[in-house]
């Protein structure tokens, strides 16, 4: 065989790589499997991390991985490995071959139909390699935890200031004559620090910044002064007594409120009858101004892709209309336990844009008038059965429209049904970071259990 292409940072073409996914779909085929599905993907970067200035960690990454799916009829085995030599291929395709013909016959089981395959693999400008060289990802790491050590004499400690870059290069191979390609990046810098009062009561915040582009990341300075400003914020903390009060989630925690929906709605939860969601389809689960959309095709978005885990084609979808469930998110195997079609979504939801008004993050304070703003939340007190939600929280106690101090150790509890029947307004202040895009969320009355 030639020798492999690389790209500028040393990993492989994706289209060189078509070759040896060939082979070992041909030797799953030879070993007499039905149908096979082979995955393999290349990484390679790098993460630095700081703290006091002094590099705590320079850690550099490269991997491969060749997982494979073989079918004999209905049953099923899978094995993977790094080892893409022809030896390594065939061992693999053997530990396969032996699993699948133990395993017993499942009707559900098999690739997507050939028809659903993706035919169109547009440019979504997910690839952005970053040219950075450790020793200047060092000082970029410095000037952001810098940043945040002069915001104020009170913070006195630091936890550090890291970044993170990162390469990958994907295929997706089966015997239908799918072939999928994927290259993209990943890029972070992040920080922490440690502020203390008068009376000696720490608290702790950060920041951070990620992205597939570096150039569009906000500088280390930002991030560093962003992450002082939250963290003196939280000095001379309260505790709140026990109420009925409305809530406020800035975006970074919001989107666990709709990620706790996306789980509700996905084939697993819905076929093991796991979900608080169960035969609520075409009836109102949000309030009637919340329209939830995915769109798999955004430019540089996290979580864009012409095609899911099986190579079904992706496409838009509105999965909540003016507050009504309009769809389930199923790949092939969950669509077949449910008697349904893929909806192309093997892997998830690819990009959920969650609707908004006109309010930014002050208004939605005045709007509010008093309650709580949510600026963090710890504990997994969520039951996706019953959809019943406790999770400690800290932010801010909001009067009159106006923060007044902030708070630590509340613990807000609902049930989601009835939380996501509550929502009053959704920010404009959209956080693009993450698969789930939204704002700041205003829900009606939360039980807040403080002293």
Not at 41 to 47: I, K, M, N
Not at 95 to 115: F, K, M, N, R
Not at 267 to 277: I, T, V, W
Not at 341 to 368: C, I, P
Request: with cysteine.
């Amino acid at each position: 065989m030639s020798p492999a292409l690389t790209s500028a940072d040393g990993l492989p073409l994706a289209v060189d790589l078509e070759p040896l996914m060939q082979r070992v779909l041909d030797a799953a085929k030879a070993a007499g499997a039905t149908q096979a599905e082979a995955g393999l993907s290349h990484s390679r970067g790098f993460s630095v991390s700081v703290r006091k200035s002094e590099v705590e960690s320079l850690e550099f990454q490269r991997d491969r991985d060749l997982s494979l799916t073989v079918y004999f009829g209905k049953r099923k085995g899978s094995a993977s490995t790094g080892d893409l030599s022809d030896s390594g291929i065939r061992q693999a395709v053997e530990a396969a071959v032996a699993i699948a013909q133990v395993t017993e016959e499942d009707p559900c089981s098999g690739l997507a139909d050939p028809h659903r395959l993706a035919t169109v693999f547009p440019d979504l400008q997910l690839d952005h390699y970053w040219d950075l060289q450790p020793a200047h990802a060092v000082e970029l790491a410095r000037a952001c935890e810098a940043a945040a050590m002069a915001v104020d004499a009170r913070i006195t400690q630091t936890e550090g200031a890291g970044l993170s870059t990162q390469r990958g290069v994907s295929l997706y191979a089966n015997s239908h004559g799918f072939v999928g390609r994927r290259s993209g990046t990943q890029h972070s810098i992040s920080c922490a620090v440690i502020a203390t009062d008068a009376n000696g009561n720490m608290q702790r915040d950060y920041w951070y910044d990620g992205g597939r582009d570096a150039r569009l990341l906000d500088t280390p300075e930002a991030i560093g002064r962003r992450a002082g400003e939250r963290t003196v914020a939280r000095l001379g903390a309260r505790r709140l007594s026990t109420r009925n009060a409305a809530v406020l989630f800035v975006p970074q925690m919001a989107r666990s409120l709709f990620g706790h929906f996306v789980g509700a709605i996905s084939g697993g939860s819905l076929y093991r009858r796991a979900s608080f969601l169960l035969d609520h389809l075409d009836k109102p689960v949000f309030a009637s101004q919340i329209t939830l959309e995915q769109k798999p095709f955004l430019l540089g978005a996290s979580s864009s892709s012409a095609f899911d885990h099986e190579g079904v084609a992706t496409s838009d979808r509105t999965l909540v209309e003016n507050g009504v469930l309009r769809g389930w998110l199923l790949g092939s195997y969950s669509a077949r336990k449910l008697g349904l079609q893929t909806t192309g979504n093997a892997g998830g939801v690819f990009n959920l844009l969650v609707s908004h008004g006109s309010h930014d993050y002050a208004s939605l304070l005045r709007e509010m008038g008093e309650g709580l703003v949510v600026t963090e939340l710890m504990g997994q007190g969520v039951n996706g059965v019953t959809g019943d939600y406790s999770r400690g929280a800290a932010g801010f106690w909001v009067e009159n429209g106006e923060i007044q101090y902030p708070v630590e150790n509340a613990t807000i509890a609902g049930n989601l049904l009835d939380l996501y029947g509550r929502i009053r307004e959704v920010g404009r202040d959209v956080d693009t970071r993450s698969n789930i895009r939204c704002g700041s969320v205003l829900i009606d009355g939360m039980m807040i259990a403080g002293d």
